[in-house]
T-cell receptor
Framework: GESVGLHLPTLSVQEGDNSIINCAYS??????FIWYKQESGKGPQFIID?????DKRQGQRVTVLLNKTVKHLSLQIAATQPGDSAVYFC????????????FGKGTKLTVNP | DARVTQTPRHKVTEMGQEVTMRCQPI?????VFWYRQTMMQGLELLAY????????DSGMPKDRFSAEMPDATLATLKIQPSEPRDSAVYFC?????????????FGEGSRLTVL
């Protein structure tokens, strides 16, 4: 079955540093990946996505890298700010199959001032 | 500002009681999902609908949970009877599809506590 997991449950960084959050997936047929940010007491919020025909995609201060060979993706946050403190989830989808997004357990990012 | 609206935001009830959670998806979104979030299990998909028709409810305990979409603007998740293990945050999300995939928009969640 498809599963998505995270390497580290927590990550603590200093304000201004870059953050890297990692995620592994198990289904090689997964072809669409999304990163979500969840702040305390709120629902997950879309950050960035990437399709399997790409290995890198950049947004505002965020970059997602996809390595299909080892079934790994990462979220890089540049110049991390206190407002980035949240739980980050990766999710994967196989577009040709079920539309069910499979979420990882989440990584809690804490940004220290 | 379009968003998914869920009610109630918080619900405390006693074991055995019926609980109904409601969701108003974003206008024009034709796919609606129900997720449950706990510390132990993370985000679990319970059920989802497209054009009001249930497509998959395999993640939902059938004996006590039911999900419906009476119309395009309302999705409901009902638990009867509720049990302490149902305590969780229940999220509704709706999907704007673009070329077969899209970003899921989540509501703020309904935090359920069953005593």
């Amino acid at each position: 079955g498809e599963s998505v997991g995270l390497h580290l449950p927590t990550l603590s960084v200093q304000e201004g540093d870059n953050s890297i959050i990692n995620c592994a997936y198990s289904n090689s047929a997964s072809d669409y990946f999304i990163w979500y940010k969840q702040e305390s007491g709120k629902g997950p919020q879309f950050i960035i996505d990437i399709r399997s025909n790409m290995d890198k995609r950049q947004g505002q201060r965020v970059t997602v890298l996809l390595n299909k060979t080892v079934k790994h993706l990462s979220l890089q946050i540049a110049a991390t700010q206190p407002g980035d403190s949240a739980v980050y989830f990766c999710a994967s989808l196989t577009q040709g199959g079920s539309e069910k997004l499979v979420f990882g357990k989440g990584t809690k990012l804490t940004v220290n001032p | 500002d379009a968003r998914v609206t869920q009610t109630p935001r918080h619900k405390v009830t006693e074991m055995g009681q019926e609980v109904t959670m409601r969701c108003q998806p974003i206008l024009g979104h034709n796919t609606v999902f129900w997720y449950r979030q706990t510390m132990m299990q993370g985000l679990e998909l319970l059920a989802y609908f497209r054009n009001r028709a249930p497509l998959d409810d395999s993640g939902m305990p059938k004996d006590r949970f039911s999900a419906e979409m009476p119309d395009a603007t309302l999705a409901t998740l009902k638990i009867q009877p509720s049990e302490p293990r149902d305590s969780a945050v229940y999220f509704c999300a709706s999907l704007r599809q673009t070329q077969g995939a899209g970003e899921l928009f989540f509501g703020e969640g309904s935090r359920l506590t069953v005593l």
